[in-house]
């Protein structure tokens, strides 16, 4: 099934045993079990999330995407306003400008990505776009191999900064403060 049909699903109306996620519209189950304290995701969506961190961290030792995938799933689960979500958006939003308009990579988005943060005061509440992105954590979790799990990642960055384009002025603003 391609990212796009699975995106169709998982947008349903939630079936039993399921959930819709509040941040990105992923069907997930509808599971007890751990979350993040403020990025405002069911304990489904954030278990699938930790199945791909586990893939990355184990089967595939890191990858270059694995930067994408913090800051993408960061991004479509924003929570709400707080100081701590304003910064956590902020940066994983100056995150993806810098990797996919910018054409850094993971490690000197990073390194730019902490002078930035060390400005953050000047990061304000983004309202979240109305739709978070055709993609989710869903489209990813189940790639087969490392080549796909990178075109995967890579996709639903692109989606999910897409979605957040009436903020792209301000996310640029925010990648060159001194």
């Known amino acids: 099934m391609s990212p796009s049909q699975d995106a169709k699903e998982k947008h349903a109306m ?3 045993g399921s959930v819709s996620c509040v941040g990105c519209g992923a069907l997930v189950p ?5 979350t993040h304290r403020y990025i405002g995701a069911p304990a489904g969506c954030w278990a699938a999330y930790m199945d791909i ?5 184990g089967e595939f030792s890191y990858p270059e ?5 913090v800051d ?6 924003p ?4 100081r701590q979500s304003i910064q956590s958006v902020g940066g994983h939003l100056v995150s993806l400008h810098l990797v996919l308009e910018r054409g850094l990579t993971s490690k000197k988005a ?8 060390e400005r ?9 776009p109305a739709s978070p992105g055709r993609l989710t954590v869903l489209d990813v979790r189940d790639a087969r191999d490392l080549a796909e799990h990178e075109r995967r990642v890579r996709l639903w960055a692109e989606s999910v900064w897409n979605a957040w384009s009436r903020h792209h002025d301000t996310v640029r603003r925010w990648a060159m403060l001194p």
């Open 72 to 77: 993408t799933y960061a991004v479509q689960h």
């Open 110 to 117: 990073t390194r730019a990505l902490a002078r930035v943060v």
């Open 65 to 69: 995407c694995h930067r994408l995938s």
């Open 79 to 82: 929570g709400t306003p707080s």
């Open 53 to 57: 961190l586990a893939k990355e961290f």
């Open 30 to 34: 509808d599971i007890d079990g751990p």
């Open 120 to 128: 953050s005061a000047a990061f304000v509440w983004l309202d979240p």
């Open 14 to 16: 939630p079936a039993a």
